[in-house]
């Protein structure tokens, strides 16, 4: 069964780190790309990067430089280091898959940045 669970969110400080983890199943990392997005209340879901099936990451500008995407091949794991976090970071994270057209989405994990 093809599956995508997002672990790892919770409260942070501004300025803190966070390490979110989408956990696949039935999908074979070194040969799937995963895209990692976010939700803000109000706002719309949002492509923060992704990571191909070579291995290859790409980021977008709003978060280049503050967080980066790997991933664990022998546990189909693929995380999100988030550093720096802001407030503006808030936010349901969620990690996708897309493949042959059809788009597999997990079930998100909350992000609150706040003192």
């Known amino acids: 069964q093809r599956r995508l669970v997002e672990s790892g969110g919770g409260l942070v400080q501004p300025g803190g780190s966070l390490r979110l983890a989408c956990t696949v199943s039935?999908?074979?990392?070194?040969?799937?790309?995963v895209t990692w997005h976010r939700q803000a209340p109000g706002k719309e879901r949002e492509w923060l990067g992704g990571?191909?099936?070579?291995?290859?990451?790409d980021y977008a500008a709003s978060v280049k430089g503050r967080f980066t995407i790997s991933r664990d091949l022998a546990e189909n794991k693929v995380y999100l280091q988030m550093n720096s976090l802001k407030p503006e970071d808030t936010a349901t994270y969620y990690c996708k898959v897309l493949k042959l057209g059809r788009v597999w989405w997990g079930q998100g994990t909350q992000v609150i940045v706040s003192s």
């Open positions: 039935g999908f074979t990392l070194s040969a799937q790309g």
């Open positions: 990571i191909t099936a070579a291995g290859s990451s």
